[in-house]
């Protein structure tokens, strides 16, 4: 995927090439170049490790559908941080729109990771102890170009339609001077459940060895079921989630283990995929800084969300002295702000299950409650089931569901984007000027970047921008 930075490196590397072709030709050995960076096992894995670590740009879905949605508001030492996302003047440039518009350049650079990785997993040496190693690597990077795409197709695109010709560019080699048109949605989905199917026939089973830090077959299902929800095929995203939950990799945290899911102090309780940061504050940043400022703040309407025994209440939501701040990604042993990214956890595998059961053809009203249930009796002390008279209601239940259990989790705006939804905040959360968003808005589908349609006369912007 083209872009101004790149552009400028391999005009420069032009230049060089231009200017010195004698020193070309002498082939220097400490020469580092796309023809020697991968030469042995060792070299792909870090290659793969690469592309892990760029799939740290969700941390903008993260913030952005926090911005846009009714979960947040700004926070008491806001002095403009996220101010005109939050505000819907949001557009395409850099200057008003780089928080809607950063995920566009950090998906395609990880989907060029992952293509760089793929593109020599079957050149490099290794000994006959490390072949076993090549399957698992090329599974892994399938895997995380489909994952890559999924976000740019959700954020960039309107709602799932295979017919939209709007649906993203699919880049299945690394051209950094590649200019693609947009495929279908279809197109798009086509690619990515395809990569997701071959991932998983190359990969073991996960039994044994489950790493939440790794891609396997079971947190493949996880993405499977959520990327079925999301095009409303609630068949396949029961089936998915299902293969998630009886895979016994995790299960639901009790309301003892469950804060420290977050604190990263129960590293193996819920998660199913996680991205670590040993040091930086990527995660914890964006709403807090290490020294107490509250940016971006928990809005009121998600405050008043949780009853006074939901442990998530005191585990997402923090108070000091009245300044109300996300507690959910605040501290860890290794400092403040340092937490790593629960990309995918197994609490969303039931919340999945519950809606698709409401929501398929032939609903199944008791199985999907009993979803809801069995996740509302971890987070609630003293929780009593509960029945509901429809499937419409069970949906709506769920849907209120998701808002408090992925409350800053990248999922808000999402969800009320694919159910047709308004964004609705309370009048102590936002000024009636940008207190709601009406459903079907044009600005629920964010601007594809400038920079972009600047290196590539082949791309269409999105409508209103």
Partial sequence: MKNKFLS????????????????????PTDTFSENNAFLTMT????????????????????YVSALIADEAKLGFDN???????????????ATSGGDVTAAWGGYYSLIDQTNRVLS???VVTGDASEEPKRNIIKGQMLAMRAIGHFGALQAYCRNYDAADPLGIPVMLSSNPVAKPARKSMGEAMAQIEADLTEAKTLLSDPSITFSDTAINKVNIAAFQARIALYKRDYEAAINYATEVITAGATSLASAG?????????????????????????????IWTTTGGNV???????????????????STYIGNDAGKVFVNKFYTSSRGGRVVDLKAIRIAEMYLIRA????????????????????????????????????????????????????AFEGFRFYDLKRNNLPVERLTSDA???????PAGNYRFVLPIPNSELLANENMDQNDGY
């Avoid at 230049?15 to 010195?20: H, P, R």
């Fill in 295 to 313: 940016y971006i703040a928990p809005s009121d309407k998600l405050v008043a969300s949780y009853s006074s025994d939901d442990i998530r209440l």
């Fill in 431 to 437: 000024s009636p000027e940008w207190g709601t968003l």
């Fill in 120 to 122: 020599k997993v079957n």
């Fill in 79 to 93: 002095s403009g941080q996220g101010a005109l996302t939050y505000r819907y003047q949001y557009s395409s440039d």
């Fill in 355 to 406: 809606e698709a059961h409401a929501k398929k053809a032939t609903p199944d009203v008791v199985a999907g409650t009993k979803d809801l249930n069995d996740l509302r009796r971890e987070r609630i002390t003293g929780y009593t089931d509960v029945s509901f008279p429809s499937a419409t209601s069970l949906a709506a239940a769920v849907l209120d569901e998701r808002f408090k259990e992925l």
């Fill in 8 to 27: 400028i490196i391999l005009g420069a590397l032009t230049l060089a090439t231009v200017g010195c072709k004698k020193d070309l030709d002498l082939q």
């Fill in 43 to 62: 070299d792909l894995q870090y290659g793969a490790n690469e592309a892990y670590g760029r799939y740290g740009t969700y941390v903008n879905d993260m």
């Fill in 257 to 285: 283990q469950f804060p420290g899911i977050w604190t990263d102090d129960n590293i193996f309780d819920e998660v199913l995929f996680r991205v670590r940061f040993a040091t930086g504050t990527t995660v914890g940043g």
